[in-house]
C-alpha cells in the first residue's frame, strides 16, 4: 500500500501525463496533408500528388448542413481510403478533389445574406477569381482564410474566404486510425493510475 505522500506523487504524475496527452490529442487527430495525399486505393479517380481536396457543399438558409454537419465533414477528410462510383466521382458528400478544374488552386466559403437572412452558403474549389457576383470589393481576395466581404446595390452582402491548403475550407480532417490510437492509450493511462493508487 502507497503512503499518502506518495498517492500524491503519482497523481500529480498522471496529471502532468494526462495534460501532455491533451495537448498532443487534438494534434494527431488532425490527418496530416501527407496521409491524405499518400493514399493508395484502386479506385477509378484519378488523382495527382499535387492536387488540392476542399470541402464542397452548399446551404439556402442559416444552420444548415455545410455549415453545421461538421462532424461529418471531418470524418469524410479524414479518411485514408477514398471511395469511388465506377464512373469516377468521389461518394463523399462533403469531399471534393480539384485537381480536376484548371487553375482551381484554392479553397473556398462564400456566403450571400440579405437582411440577416442566409440566401447562399458554399464550400467549394475555387480559382479565386470567380465568384457568384463580380463586385470590386473581390476583385483582389488574398488566401488567408481572412474573410472579405462587398455589397450589391440591391442590399446583398457577399463575402468570401479563400485559402490554399486542404480541407483549410472547414474543419480539420479526423482520422479514426488516429482517433482509435489515442483512445486506448487514455484507457492504459487510467487503468495504470486505478492500479497505482488503488
Not at 179 to 198: E, Q, W
Request: glycine share 8%.
Amino acid at each position: 500500500m502507497l503512503s499518502k505522500t506518495g498517492s500524491i506523487q503519482i497523481l500529480e504524475m498522471l496529471l502532468v501525463l494526462f495534460l501532455c496527452c491533451g495537448t498532443l490529442i487534438p494534434q494527431s487527430l488532425a490527418s496530416t496533408t501527407q496521409d491524405i495525399r499518400s493514399s493508395t486505393d484502386n479506385s477509378t479517380e484519378q488523382t495527382n500528388v499535387n492536387d488540392l481536396w476542399c470541402y464542397s457543399c452548399s446551404d439556402t438558409k442559416r444552420g444548415a448542413d455545410c455549415q453545421a454537419n461538421i462532424k461529418t465533414m471531418a470524418g469524410e477528410a479524414g479518411e485514408v481510403q477514398r471511395k469511388t462510383t465506377q464512373d469516377g466521382r468521389n461518394t463523399r458528400k462533403y469531399v471534393k478533389n480539384c485537381g480536376g478544374y484548371y487553375n482551381f488552386t484554392y479553397c473556398l466559403i462564400e456566403t450571400i445574406e440579405n437582411r440577416g437572412e442566409v440566401h447562399s452558403y458554399i464550400r467549394d474549389c475555387s480559382d479565386g477569381v470567380s465568384f457568384s457576383y463580380s463586385l470590386a470589393k473581390l476583385t483582389n481576395v488574398h488566401p488567408d482564410n481572412q474573410t472579405t466581404c462587398g455589397y450589391t446595390g440591391q442590399g446583398y452582402v457577399i463575402c468570401v474566404r479563400l485559402c490554399r491548403s486542404d480541407f483549410c475550407n472547414g474543419p480539420r480532417p479526423l482520422s479514426a486510425a488516429n482517433t482509435d490510437k489515442n483512445r486506448n492509450g487514455l484507457l492504459f493511462i487510467l487503468f495504470m493510475a486505478y492500479y497505482l493508487v488503488f
